[in-house]
């Protein structure tokens, strides 16, 4: 393990290092630095902040992994009440690429109760092997037991790749997983590919505040993991032809199923249409509402669509309309046909949520607005306007 150590004979007594501790884990003693290991998180400020090198971090080393015993891609198949959810198939369809690139197997580990119908579902969308753990206590999802299970399962099986959703679950899930291992992660990943060159996994994701792409790759440990965005890559086409496959069943303990939390209840998300994630068509409004009550505008536009509610990150923030609709970076992305922005001005952290959708129109007063630059299609003008005149001519013309 790494750990820190204070020269006595060269530490001078400054107290630099005391005023860059940012955990108040060091104090003088006999002006010579003393450092409270219970407090101390190795962040190594103090390091830095020495004008003597008095303060030495001693990092861990690890033994070299011999990258030729990992195989195999793998796809977490995150499912809910027993239903495996739609990022799943993205994640299948852009591992299967990888996959036929490293000339290996794609595999889904698919960890639940009553679960084991959903496998021939995995192998018609392109896995060749599920590895399930099927086991009363794994019905709902709880972080401890589940990251557990899929450390193990890596350890015994040693894939050379790992992806899961960037989603509420995947995000709670995969870094505690790769922490067990001592490998790296990339987060919320929006392109994936194999360099030809070194074989390596390269992970891209928007960094900076969606400002740059940077490519990121895990180069001496394994397996490679990563979260992907919903909604930036295709599913993959089932294949009814394909329904079967090998199964690994996975024996479960109750070593395996600890955990120092319990599910008392679960509360489901309360949408208003349609999730936003889900929708073909989303009605996104901005600070151009100019308040919450405005909002009903798009509620009445969305209902006659069939589509579903969004919102940019500035309309959330004031309370206008929950959390549970905002597209964007922090927020979620969303790949529908139909992207109709409504008051939004176009930042571009509003805009990686959603600049994949097949087609974007944008409402806006101001014709010099950023939104104007991703869109196919711009209405200037007054929302106040142009809105309830595209509810009444929709009604109109969907009924006919």
Same mark, same amino acid.
């Not at 119908?117 to 092997?129: C, S, V």
């Not at 074989?199 to 990121?216: D, S, V």
């Not at 679960?266 to 405005?294: F, Q, W, Y």
């Not at 069939?306 to 929950?322: C, E, N």
């Given at each position: ?18 005023? /860059?501790?940012?955990?108040?884990? @060091? ?65 299948? +369809? ?6 036929? #690139? ?31 753990? =099927? ?13 557990? @299970? ?14 899961? !959703? ?10 505690? /997983? /790769?922490?067990?291992?001592?490998? !790296? ?9 194999? =360099? ?14 969606? +400002? ?26 089932? #294949? ?26 679960? @509360? ?6 349609? +999730? ?11 600070? !151009? ?24 990150? /500035? ?16 927020? %979620?992305?969303?790949?529908? %046909? ?5 008051? @939004? ?12 959708? =097949?087609?974007?129109?944008?409402? +806006?007063?101001?014709? #010099? ?32």
């Amino acid at each position: 393990m790494a750990n820190i150590e204070v020269l006595k004979e060269t530490c001078i007594g400054c107290a630099k290092c005391i005023r /860059a501790c940012p955990y108040d884990a @060091i104090e003088m003693a006999d002006n010579v630095a003393e450092i409270d290991l219970k407090k101390c998180t190795l962040c190594g400020a103090c390091v830095e902040s020495c004008p003597v090198d008095a303060i030495v971090l001693h990092h861990a080393h690890r033994a070299a992994v011999d990258l030729n015993e990992y195989k195999e891609v793998w796809i977490f198949a995150e499912q809910r009440e027993g239903h495996v959810q739609g990022v799943v198939y993205e994640l299948l +369809n852009a591992g299967k690429k990888l996959a036929n #690139d490293r000339g290996t197997r794609l595999c889904a580990v698919l960890l639940g109760s009553g679960v084991a119908e959903q496998a021939g579902e995995l192998f018609m969308r392109g896995a060749d092997k599920v590895y399930l753990a =099927d086991h009363p206590s794994l019905k709902d999802y709880n972080d401890e037991p589940y990251s557990r @299970i899929l450390a193990k399962l890596a350890r015994q099986y040693k894939p050379e790749i790992v992806l899961c !959703g960037a989603t509420a679950m995947g995000r709670s899930l995969i870094p505690r /997983a /790769a922490v067990m291992l001592q490998t !790296g992660l990339t987060a919320d990943c929006t392109g994936l590919e194999i =360099d030809p060159d070194s074989g390596h996994l390269l992970q891209t994701r928007p960094a900076f505040g969606g +400002n740059i792409m940077a490519t990121i790759r895990c180069e001496n440990y394994r397996p490679q993991m990563a979260t992907v965005r919903h909604k930036v890559m295709d599913e993959a086409i089932p #294949d009814t032809s394909r329904t079967e496959g090998e199964i690994i069943r996975v024996t479960v303990d109750e070593n395996d199923t600890a955990s120092r939390t319990r599910i008392l209840e679960v @509360i489901k998300e309360v949408e208003e249409t349609i +999730n936003i994630t889900e929708a073909d068509i989303i009605v996104a409004g901005g600070r !151009g509402l100019k308040g919450p009550e405005n909002f009903e505008m798009l509620r009445e536009l969305a209902k006659v669509l069939d589509g579903a509610v969004g919102a940019s990150r /500035a309309a959330v923030d004031a309370g206008w309309i929950g959390y549970s609709h905002q597209v964007g970076q922090t927020g %979620k992305t969303v790949k529908p %046909k139909i992207y109709i922005s409504v008051g @939004i001005s176009g930042a571009i952290q509003h805009l990686v949520g959603m600049n994949s959708s =097949d087609r974007i129109i944008a409402i +806006n007063k101001n014709p #010099d607005a950023p939104i104007f630059q991703a869109a196919d299609y711009g209405l200037v003008g007054d929302l106040f306007e142009i809105v309830p005149e595209l509810t009444r001519q929709f009604k109109t013309l969907l009924k006919k």
